[in-house]
């Protein structure tokens, strides 16, 4: 967003604001933000100040300086997750994020955003799609339409509105039609950066390939989900028990057509008739601590799955926190028509 949009010069006039409010576009509530000669802000303005002025004298010559709320909520410094739950509750609709001098360096729509994770993520989409051929013969399995756009965008939109801004897409099999399609993510109002891989990698292996990473935790998932998974939720239970990794599954029923005995040699003790079992599956969506990828051989082949066994060999700490709500991985015709189908009652 371009903040000028929603700043105005404490000298201006209460005409002038009215102006500016009327041109707003970009955010879910008409509110200016005050700012001194040297940007710092000093104070918000609604049409709600402006018209308690008018009531009071009538002056429509009056600085908006003199009029804004100066009691205004704002966040400071805010690179650690933020609970926007406590400003819901309050009402907040718009929450501005100021610097130690009470600069802008953003703001944060809580109509549109879910929560603001300190974290980059990871989308794995370099695959060939081999089971949906003929499908991505020509066209690359995360760019397969799902209702108005690609499987990708969903996940990317959904990681938008939670707040992450830096996304790393990791590519192979017709991966120039994926960059293209995205470009480095700015008319998403976010940052994406494309990692390539020269041989399959495996589900964990493109991390090795970059540099650094800035954030203290990560997020990786496969790029041909379909999920609205509360990455808030995921987030917070990685933290709340300091794991080292946090998987999202998704309940998986196997149901036994027969008896199944219980045994001590070849005695039956009892039997269950049909009996159902639910297990916890891989999601294919995971939060690590960033110090694993020093685990990750670098440019080799290498599963996720590898490295949770050696978190898990090594003593780590591995979490899996179920998903609550829809998920559908789409690796084969019928799954892709699930979809579809779904997508058409949301």
């Given at each position: 967003m371009d903040f000028k949009n929603i700043i105005i010069h404490q000298d201006k006039t209460i005409i002038d604001g009215l102006k500016k409010l009327n041109n707003i576009r970009e955010v879910s509530r008409l509110i200016l933000f005050v700012v001194d000669d040297n940007n710092?802000?000093?104070?918000?303005?609604?049409?709600?100040?402006?018209?308690?002025?008018?009531?009071?004298?009538?002056?429509?010559?009056?600085?908006?300086?003199?009029?804004?709320?100066?009691?205004?909520?704002?966040?400071?410094?805010?690179?650690?997750?933020?609970?926007?739950?406590?400003?819901?509750?309050?009402?907040?609709?718009?929450?501005?994020?100021?610097?130690?001098?009470?600069?802008?360096?953003?703001?944060?729509?809580?109509?549109?955003?879910?929560a603001v994770l300190p974290i980059e993520c990871m989308i794995m989409a370099g695959g060939r799609g081999k089971r949906l051929s003929p499908l991505t013969d020509n066209i690359p399995k995360p760019l397969l339409p799902l209702g108005e756009k690609p499987i990708i965008e969903h996940n990317i939109d959904r990681l938008i509105s939670f707040g992450i801004k830096k996304i790393y897409i990791s590519l192979k099999y017709l991966g120039e039609k994926v960059q293209e399609y995205f470009g480095d993510g700015s008319s998403k109002g976010i940052e994406i950066e494309y990692i390539w891989e020269e041989e399959p990698l495996g589900t964990a292996g493109a991390l090795s390939l970059v540099e650094n990473f800035e954030s203290e935790h990560l997020l990786l998932m496969n790029g041909d989900l379909f999920t609205n998974i509360n990455f808030e939720d995921l987030y917070k239970s990685f933290l709340n028990v300091n794991a080292d990794m946090a998987v999202a599954s998704t309940e998986y029923k196997v149901d036994i057509p027969y008896a199944v005995f219980e045994t001590e040699g070849n005695e039956v003790k009892d039997f269950k008739e049909k009996p159902s079992y639910r297990y916890h599956s891989n999601a294919g969506i995971y939060i690590l601590k960033k110090n694993l990828v020093k685990m990750i051989p670098k440019n080799q082949f290498y599963d996720i799955t590898d490295l949770m066994k050696n978190l898990i060999t090594n003593g780590g700490n591995l979490i899996h926190a179920p998903i609550i709500g829809f998920w559908i991985d789409i690796g084969k015709p019928e799954d892709y028509k699930q979809a579809q189908e779904f997508i058409k009652h949301i």
């Open positions: 710092v802000v000093i104070g918000s303005l609604t049409d709600g100040d402006i018209r308690r002025s008018l009531i009071k004298d009538g002056d429509v010559e009056k600085r908006v300086g003199d009029v804004c709320n100066k009691n205004f909520v704002y966040e400071q410094n805010a690179d650690s997750f933020l609970n926007l739950n406590s400003y819901r509750a309050k009402d907040i609709k718009i929450l501005p994020l100021l610097d130690d001098e009470k600069r802008f360096v953003n703001i944060i729509d809580l109509e549109k955003t879910k």
